[in-house]
Nanobody
Framework: VQLQASGGGLVEIGGSLRLSCAAS????????IAWYRQAPGKQRELVAA???????KYAEAVKGRFAISGEDSKKTAYLEMIDLVLEDSAVYYC???WGAGYDWWEYEYEYWGQGTQVTVSS
């Protein structure tokens, strides 16, 4: 499985961006796509996760500002980010694989995409 992430960029505080992550290859092994981010000097953290069943999960820091959605037929997920703040600046990574169980969103999946930089400026 290969993941192609896109959509990062430079935006001012309060601005918005949309990230996309498209899975290709043997995508029968994919039923969930998540976004992680890593800021300089910090650990990688989960931002949001989407399952092909329609479930979504968010980190507390982005609830109400970020929205994740996806298209099962395309094995593609989108992350709409609004009201961006300085703390949202990071490299955002797409992560996909097979999620199962009640905690389907709490662990990292098998496949990773390249990172895309999101920079929020003042």
């Amino acid at each position: 499985v290969q993941l192609q992430a896109s959509g990062g960029g430079l935006v001012e505080i309060g601005g918005s961006l949309r990230l996309s992550c498209a899975a290709s290859g043997n995508t029968v092994r994919v039923n969930a796509i998540a976004w992680y981010r890593q800021a300089p000097g910090k650990q990688r953290e989960l931002v949001a996760a989407w399952s092909t069943g329609g479930d979504v999960k968010y980190a507390e820091a982005v609830k109400g500002r970020f929205a994740i959605s996806g298209e099962d037929s395309k094995k593609t997920a989108y992350l709409e980010m609004i009201d961006l703040v300085l703390e949202d600046s990071a490299v955002y990574y797409c992560n996909a694989g097979w999620g199962a169980g009640y905690d389907w969103w709490e662990y990292e999946y098998e496949y990773w995409g390249q990172g895309t930089q999101v920079t929020v400026s003042s």
